[in-house]
């Protein structure tokens, strides 16, 4: 129930947003259907940004910026409305090569450190401990810290494998680079589907094996401090894929953001 809620709670709120810009009068709409017809965008999913697969790595030369060669109003900002952290995202349009381990270790750092991490813990906690998501963690203030340090270990821990330890390894870019125009359904499909599909450093598309592994192994993980009553199959794959469709509803979110923020609350997408 309370991975449900969460779960309800983004969707809702991604759905509402893609709604508003869709129904958008004028200029937003016109230019929309515009675009729609470019021949650019009728290559069949799941291709990934063609700038990415221009790069090659240097390791000797200084990373060039995730926002580098985007346009100023398609820019991904590092935080999204000054509460939800961005920093996987790399704008549409922008050229950044790989990233390298220092790099990914510091994305996952700044994912499970910012004080929106403790934020969105806390509440969720207090929605566990009131549903009684686990009722052998108690209830009050002992139910609420036990859900709180399991809460924050689940995300810091997948964070780690998801955006550093097996990217590194396994050579895939665990960044978000968003499409930035066409036809709402397709950047809609694309931005979820990037849960499954990766660039590797060589700019090719690949399996993502460090998002669908790292989540699992983040799951088998969690057996050790939650209950035992919740260490079953059946548990761990309700909670594995909740966290990948929280990812896909993310990643959908980031990229429809700088839309939203022009042309439903015509404002600076990156303030």
Same mark, same amino acid.
């Given at each position: 129930m309370h991975s449900f809620f969460k779960f309800s709670l983004c969707g809702c709120l991604v759905a509402a947003c893609t709604l508003a810009l869709s129904q958008q $009068?004028? $200029?937003? &709409?016109?230019?929309?259907?515009s675009l729609s017809t470019e021949s650019e965008f009728t290559s069949s999913l799941p291709d990934a940004p063609e700038p990415q697969q221009t790069q090659v790595k240097d390791p000797n030369s200084k990373q060039a910026p995730a926002n580098e060669g985007a346009p100023q109003r398609k820019q991904q900002p590092k935080r999204i409305l000054g509460i939800m952290p961005n920093y996987r995202a790399v704008s549409a349009g922008a050229i950044p090569p790989p990233p390298t381990a220092k790099q990914a270790f510091k994305i996952a750092t700044q994912n499970s450190f910012d004080y929106s991490s =403790? /934020? =969105? /813990?806390g509440l969720t906690s207090m929605i566990a401990e009131g549903e009684e998501t686990h009722p052998s963690l108690g209830k009050g203030v002992p139910g609420f810290w036990a859900y709180s340090w399991r809460g924050f270990v689940d995300k810091v821990d997948g964070?780690?494998? /998801?955006? =550093?330890?097996? $990217?590194t390894v396994l050579h895939e870019d665990e960044r978000y680079y968003a499409k930035g125009y066409g036809p709402i359904l397709k &950047? +809609? +499909?694309? @931005? @979820? @589907?990037r849960v499954m599909i990766t660039p590797n450093y060589k700019g090719h598309n690949t399996l993502n094996i460090a998002e669908l592994a790292g989540r699992g192994i983040a799951q088998g993980i969690a057996t050790t401090y939650y209950p035992s009553a919740d260490r079953s199959a059946g548990a761990l794959a309700q909670k594995w894929g909740y966290a990948i469709m929280r990812d896909a509803m993310t990643n959908t979110f980031r990229e429809f953001w700088p839309d939203i923020a022009e042309h439903v609350l015509h404002r600076n997408p990156r303030s």
């Open positions: $009068p004028g $200029p937003a &709409r016109e230019a929309a259907t =403790f /934020v =969105f /813990v964070n780690y494998w /998801v955006i =550093f330890a097996l $990217p &950047r +809609a +499909a694309y @931005s @979820s @589907s």
